[in-house]
């Protein structure tokens, strides 16, 4: 199933409960839902703050699942961006030194069991799968 | 998410419920600002937040940074699912969480 919402914050709480709802339904277990939703927010947010330089933008997202496994897709028209090539920030330095830049598709990395990335026809399509049970 | 504070002197009080996200973390940040000018001693309840992303982790970290220079903070009852962002990201280390 796909859904189309606005490259925006707003859009968030629909992303959400587009994506909590389909969850659920799917038996996902509450330790994995909170994992699944940082990293959607993640990848969305950024999406609607980088990918596009005028208002308008759209992100294509997209819901699949196959045995266990959920498969969730992220897809814009904007600037190509590959969230696999950011570098990791330095999560061993103190509150001082701290840079909190890319720390959201840090925890993306971290927490799901795959991140892929294409740039297909125009296209950034970032993918996560997941364990949901 | 709701935000309530409880002051006593320069001890500042707030809990939180709900969600601290990137659509809710603007309205505590803003609130920070304005309430913790005078505080020595912040201490967050978490027992009813439900769940946190990086843009939650940015307004900790700088109401951290900002009690790091005027006195301390501290975060209580932090479930499992937040104990595990916070360790992943390290701040486990930057943050003084009491179990």
């Known amino acids: 199933m796909e859904v189309v919402f606005p490259a925006t914050d707003e859009a968030l709480a629909d992303v959400n409960a587009f994506v909590e709802s389909h969850l659920e339904e799917a038996g996902c277990k509450p330790g994995t839902m909170m994992k699944i939703m940082v990293a959607v927010e993640e990848l969305f947010v950024n999406v609607a703050h980088y990918a596009y330089n005028e208002p308008g933008g759209e992100v294509h997202v997209s819901l699949d699942f196959e045995g266990d496994n959920m498969i969730l897709s992220m897809k814009d028209t904007g600037t190509p961006f590959n969230p696999l090539e950011k570098a990791d920030p330095d999560v061993g330095l103190g509150a001082e030194d701290r840079q909190i830049g890319g720390l959201g598709i840090f925890m993306v990395k971290k927490t799901m069991d795959e991140l892929k990335y294409d740039y297909v026809d125009g296209c950034n399509i970032v993918t996560i799968i997941h364990k949901i049970k | 998410m709701t935000i309530n504070k409880n002051q006593e002197g320069s001890v500042l009080h707030v809990a939180l419920e709900g969600r601290l996200d990137t659509t809710t973390a603007p309205s505590l940040e803003e609130d920070l600002q304005n309430s913790i000018k005078d505080i020595t001693e912040l201490d967050f309840d978490f027992t009813d937040l439900e769940y946190i992303s990086s843009a939650g982790l940015r307004v900790l970290l700088s109401a951290q940074k900002i009690m790091n220079k005027q006195g301390k ?13 916070f360790e992943i990201t390290g701040f486990t280390d930057i943050l003084s969480i009491e179990s």
């Open chain 2, 73 to 85: 903070m501290s975060i209580r009852n932090v479930n499992s699912d937040i104990m595990d962002v």
